[in-house]
T-cell receptor, first 117, second 113 residues
Framework: EPEVTQTPSHQVTQMGQEVILRCVPI?????FYWYRQILGQKVEFLVS????????KSEIFDDQFSVERPDGSNFTLKIRSTKLEDSAMYFC???????????????FGNGTRLTVT | AQKVTQAQTEISVVEKEDVTLDCVYE???????LFWYKQPPSGELVFLIR??????QNEISGRYSWNFQKSTSSFNFTITASQVVDSAVYFC??????????FGAGTTVTVRA
């Protein structure tokens, strides 16, 4: 079964450094998402992306964050200057359609654990 | 605004006991979708079920069952005859027509042998 792939599984970076989290969505999917989970807390929506532009973003997704689909397969989340509070698990997800329907499930990747020191 | 409340922070049971996880939601949408995810210690999110607001039929899948009560805005999840492998954090989530999911805070289930 096709799956969403995220790399790396764990990334450690120093405060103030730029970090890029990579995701390869399922190949025929058109909608892409990033979610974040601070350790021990709930999963939070960050941003949705379609047709090479952001569809919606949360208040968490400030100017330090950006997303890009640089080629036909990758979907990246960049944090420009990391802060300690950016330490979290970041989940990428993708779907065929925008809406939650039975023939268009949302597929999550296994996550990238980002540790900012 | 959408909101999901999982009032139980932690539940501990002995193997073979049943465990019910509560989920209460708030939404102004007339069409919405409810989800349950399992997050084992390894950290990934495992999809368990999706239910749309027009389908109040309860569902059973093996040892898992779900009780959707629109009148009380609840979507509870029961694990029957729990096993050690069921130990995980379980999240209830809600979305409208898109996949902007609002998650609850999660319930940590510990099943002791």
């Amino acid at each position: 079964e096709p799956e969403v792939t995220q790399t790396p599984s764990h990334q450690v970076t120093q405060m103030g450094q730029e970090v890029i989290l990579r995701c390869v969505p399922i190949s025929n999917h058109l909608y892409f998402y990033w979610y974040r989970q601070i350790l021990g807390q709930k999963v939070e929506f960050l941003v949705s992306f379609y047709n090479n532009e952001i569809s919606e973003k949360s208040e968490i997704f400030d100017d330090q964050f950006s997303v890009e689909r640089p080629d036909g397969s990758n979907f990246t989340l960049k944090i420009r200057s990391t802060k300690l509070e950016d330490s979290a698990m970041y989940f990428c997800a993708s779907s065929v359609r925008r809406s939650s329907s039975y023939n268009s499930p949302l597929h999550f990747g296994n996550g990238t654990r980002l540790t900012v020191t | 605004a959408q909101k999901v409340t999982q009032a139980q922070t932690e539940i501990s049971v002995v193997e073979k006991e049943d465990v019910t996880l509560d989920c209460v939601y708030e939404t102004r949408d007339t069409t919405y979708y409810l989800f349950w995810y399992k997050q084992p210690p390894s950290g990934e999110l495992v999809f368990l079920i999706r239910r749309n607001s027009f389908d109040e039929q309860n569902e059973i899948s093996g040892r898992y069952s779900w009780n959707f009560q629109k009148s009380t805005s609840s979507f509870n999840f029961t694990i029957t005859a729990s096993q050690v492998v069921d130990s995980a954090v379980y999240f209830c989530a809600l979305s409208g027509h898109d996949y902007k999911l609002s998650f609850g805070a999660g319930t940590t289930v510990t099943v002791r042998a």
